[in-house]
Nanobody
Framework: QVELVESGGGSVQEGGSLQLSCLSPGYAPSWYYMGWFRQRPGKAREGVAAIAPAGGRTYTADSVKGRFTISRDNAKFTLFLQMSSLKPEDTAMYYC??????????????????????WGQGTQVTVSS
């Protein structure tokens, strides 16, 4: 069983920053894509960002491009999401996902939740105006 533990959520003013972390103790994630997803109230879960196994290639949703950065430290089994210039519409439960594709070529969508079998419990981010 793969355990993913998110942390770093909280409440912040519009324009502020937060860094989310996802620890995957005992799981070697380095072969597969990992990603961050979010679910806003009344909305479907959506992909925010995904990162390649070695950390080189990333995919970022248009809604957060230029504001959010995904990174990973495989040696520490940790995935990060640096969020800046936060907006009230970023308010959501944020989830870490693991076990994604080994590659996003060939039509695979690494921002599609269906590509990921392992999920954390989520961490709440609230941005006030």
């Amino acid at each position: 069983q793969v355990e993913l533990v998110e942390s770093g959520g909280g409440s912040v003013q519009e324009g502020g920053s937060l860094q989310l972390s996802c620890l995957s103790p005992g799981y070697a994630p380095s072969w597969y894509y990992m990603g961050w997803f979010r679910q806003r109230p009344g909305k479907a879960r959506e992909g925010v960002a995904a990162i390649a196994p070695a950390g080189g290639r990333t995919y970022t949703a248009d809604s957060v491009k230029g504001r959010f950065t995904i990174s990973r430290d495989n040696a520490k089994f940790t995935l990060f999401l640096q969020m800046s210039s936060l907006k009230p519409e970023d308010t959501a439960m944020y989830y870490c996902a693991a076990g994604g594709p080994a590659s996003c070529s060939g039509g695979r969508d690494c921002l599609d939740a269906k590509e990921y079998p392992y999920w954390g419990q989520g961490t709440q981010v609230t941005v006030s105006s």
